[in-house]
């Protein structure tokens, strides 16, 4: 992190690049957070689709698409990303061309780990303790298990000893994907009630009055007012 040999000197927490370092991670975190929560304001699937036959949905939209192409052009042109992938032109590529960029980024921050931890080493400081600098690369240990698939050892009389790596134990459950039992928190009501769409549950969600009969068109423009709300937060 320094060259300047003054390391020994300070504190992680004195260094201004450590200082520098957590107050960006802080408000990527944030940002994150606040993308996500508009995120969820905007459909998904068919329900997209059937938003754009309309222009008030397709104009914000098309500014986002816009925004975010820019953004991912001036991504690819970075020095400090020198193995980055060209920005593919055919929009459905985006999401695979972002997990290449995310691959690149954790191989360069593990790397600087490593140097940081090395310079410690030669100044005779001992390892961090801070959870920040425990980091882990989990594609650098699905490298080595893929390296050791498969070892074919030569014999001395000619024959051969083929050996398998044990395989890693693949979890459940995946922490980016959240839960359906916390994303869908309906209640069951088994009382001798009226069917209710779920599109009035919905509604409900948003501080729609459900009790009262809402026509499916007086539903459509607020869903749709909810959405554009959302959009302004983005623009």
């Given at each position: 992190?320094?060259?300047?040999?003054?390391?020994?000197?300070?504190?992680?927490?004195?260094?201004?690049?450590v200082?520098?370092?957590?107050?960006?991670?802080?408000?990527?975190?944030?940002?994150?957070?606040?993308?996500?929560?508009?995120?969820?304001?905007?459909?998904?699937?068919?329900?997209?689709?059937?938003?754009?036959?309309?222009?008030?949905?397709?104009?914000?939209i098309?500014?986002?698409?816009?925004?975010?192409?820019?953004?991912?052009?001036?991504?690819?042109s970075?020095?400090?990303?020198?193995?980055?992938?060209?920005?593919?032109?055919?929009?459905?590529?985006?999401?695979?061309?972002?997990?290449?960029?995310?691959?690149?980024?954790?191989?360069?921050?593990?790397?600087?780990?490593?140097?940081?931890?090395?310079?410690?080493?030669?100044?005779?400081?001992?390892?961090?303790?801070?959870?920040?600098?425990?980091?882990?690369?989990?594609?650098?240990?699905?490298?080595?298990?893929?390296?050791?698939?498969?070892?074919?050892?030569?014999l001395?009389?000619?024959?051969?000893?083929?050996?398998?790596?044990?395989?890693?134990?693949?979890?459940?459950?995946?922490?980016?994907?959240?839960?359906?039992?916390?994303?869908?928190?309906?209640?069951?009501?088994?009382?001798?009630?009226?069917?209710?769409?779920?599109?009035?549950?919905?509604?409900?969600s948003?501080?729609?009055?459900?009790?009262?009969?809402?026509?499916?068109?007086?539903?459509?423009?607020?869903?749709?007012?909810a959405?554009?709300?959302?959009?302004?937060?983005?623009?």
């Amino acid at each position: 992190m320094s060259g300047d040999g003054k390391l020994a000197g300070r504190t992680d927490e004195e260094d201004p690049n450590v200082r520098l370092l957590l107050e960006s991670a802080a408000q990527l975190a944030d940002s994150a957070q606040r993308l996500q929560r508009v995120s969820d304001l905007l459909p998904t699937d068919e329900d997209f689709h059937y938003y754009t036959n309309f222009v008030e949905f397709c104009e914000p939209i098309k500014r986002v698409e816009s925004r975010v192409l820019q953004l991912f052009s001036r991504i690819s042109s970075l020095r400090c990303i020198p193995r980055a992938p060209a920005l593919p032109s055919d929009t459905d590529d985006l999401s695979d061309w972002l997990v290449d960029i995310q691959d690149e980024v954790l191989e360069q921050v593990d790397s600087a780990f490593d140097l940081y931890k090395t310079e410690r080493a030669s100044q005779g400081l001992p390892p961090p303790e801070n959870d920040a600098f425990m980091y882990q690369n989990t594609r650098r240990k699905r490298r080595r298990a893929i390296a050791m698939k498969d070892i074919k050892t030569v014999l001395p009389d000619g024959g051969v000893v083929s050996m398998q790596a044990e395989k890693c134990p693949i979890p459940f459950h995946v922490w980016s994907i959240p839960r359906p039992q916390d994303k869908f928190d309906v209640p069951v009501d088994n009382s001798n009630t009226p069917f209710r769409h779920p599109r009035r549950i919905l509604g409900a969600s948003c501080n729609i009055e459900s009790d009262i009969p809402v026509h499916p068109l007086q539903f459509f423009t607020r869903c749709l007012e909810a959405i554009q709300k959302g959009l302004r937060l983005i623009i």
